[in-house]
């Protein structure tokens, strides 16, 4: 038979009960505004860091038939400022910098040089549209092969003729689905697209794809991570 | 089915009323912790929604509806972002411990829908959508509630299996093929949104409906007086 107490004494049971339920405040931290910033970054750190973790170089992001492709005149151009940052065609190089045997300024016939390939990838923005695009170049992996990287450096960085600035980290620089872009749909890369010189890495956001390329440097030590990583946006964002 | 019960006697008027343990503290705290994860997913999930209101095309973009920001945690893409990948492990978490705990203790008997309880589905819904005879209660959980329980489980898991595919739509490109690529996981994942939230609209509308023993044996665990104990 069930046991029989007096009410008191169940009260006392089911108070204890409900303190036992005080460790979920701690969730109010979120709510205080100078605990806020540090958690949301400590999430978002993790979240990085689990998306290091599940990031493997060797598994590739699915291709697409050319019926596939998002029309040319539909892929969207998306700028933090200027879709043309006027870069002189002529006089452009790309200049290399940082943990590499052979620094210097490149010029596009160089890179041009490299093995050229082509894929039919989803291009995924942090908005949250997505299209499939064309992409012709070189693999980003056999240029710093030619430039003698240090492939144990931790990350490559990239300057932007419009400023824009951005990171990698070096398992996804060397994937082999990781471009430098000059070709959109088989035609050289147009200047809102990037021209001369882009990346494409399908295992990445599009913010992480930066356009008008103007300096590559490997690096252990980043000082910025990138534009809109520095606002707040995940450091990581592999796909 | 309950696990522990006892009767209360109250010394004044030596009235004596029952009392159920239904609810143990592991769930209890998962209840919660829960009801707060869900409240900020949905949130920054909307906020994330408004920087690309849509499910066809970015050119042309036609929006779907322009949510309002006040109906939104974040304040911006990048800030809802990270609110939406901060919780979504709380939210990971607090599922898989629910679920193991469920599971180890054998709790699950309670609350888990099973074949048998199909039978009791209808009367269940008779009585409270077409008025209906009130089916005899018998157990904590009727079989509507199971069944109601039950889904709401398999939609959480859902979310997050749409959310990871949108997410990671590359190292998890299996996950995003069996829904029809990132561009569907995406609808998925908001759609399967709309169906917690009608979950939790019922949830909510239930809680209201049975009133204040049966709220605060989500707080306290026992459940005094239960319907199902009376002679």
Known sequence: MNSRIDERK???????????????????????????????????????????????????????????LTPFSKFPINDYDVDDPGVDFDRWTLTVAGAVQKPGDYTLAHIQTLPKFTQNTRHVCVEGWDVIGNFGGVRLSDFLKTVGADTTARFLTVQCADD??????????????????????????????????????PTKVGYKQAKYLTDLKVTNVIERVGYWEDQGYSEFYGL | MSTQAISIENVKTGEVTEAVYEHP??????????????????????QIFRAFPSFGAKIPQKDLINWPKAFAIGGWLGGAL?????????????????????????????????????????????????FGPKPPVTEAYNSLQKHAYTSAIGLGVLS????????????????????????????????????????????????????????????????????????
Not at chain 1, 171 to 181: E, I, N, S, V, Y
Not at chain 2, 25 to 46: D, E, T
């Open chain 1, 164 to 201: 824009y600035y951005e990171s990698l980290d070096m398992a996804t620089a060397l994937h082999p689905q990781t471009l430098l872009c000059y070709e959109m749909y088989g035609q050289p890369l147009t200047r809102e697209h990037g021209a001369p010189l882009r990346l494409n890495i």
């Open chain 1, 10 to 68: 169940f009260r006392r049971i089911s108070r204890r009960e409900l303190l036992k339920l005080t460790p979920i405040v701690a969730l109010g931290a979120f709510a205080v505004p100078a605990l806020q910033k540090p958690l949301l970054k400590a999430g978002l750190g993790f979240s990085d860091w689990a998306s290091g973790k599940l990031f493997r170089p060797g598994h590739l992001a699915p291709t697409f038939a050319d019926s596939d």
């Open chain 2, 25 to 46: 503290l592991v769930v209890r705290i998962c209840h919660w912790v829960n009801a707060v994860s869900l409240f900020v997913m949905v949130g920054s999930g909307l």
């Open chain 2, 160 to 231: 997050v299996l749409t959310g990871f595919a949108v997410w990671k739509p590359v190292q998890f490109s299996w996950l995003a093929w069996m829904m029809g690529g990132f561009h569907l996981a995406r609808l998925w994942h908001f759609l399967i949104m709309w169906a917690i939230l009608a979950f939790l609209f019922g949830h909510l509308v239930m809680v209201v409906l049975h009133g204040w023993n049966n709220f605060v044996s989500m707080l306290t665990g026992w459940k005094e007086d239960p319907e199902y104990l009376s002679k």
């Open chain 2, 82 to 130: 990270q609110w939406h990948l901060t919780f979504m492990w709380i939210y990971l978490a607090t599922g898989l411990v629910y679920v193991g705990y469920q599971l180890f203790s054998g709790n699950y008997k309670q609350v888990l829908f099973a074949p048998r309880d199909l039978p009791g589905v209808w009367p269940m819904v008779r009585h409270y959508f077409f």
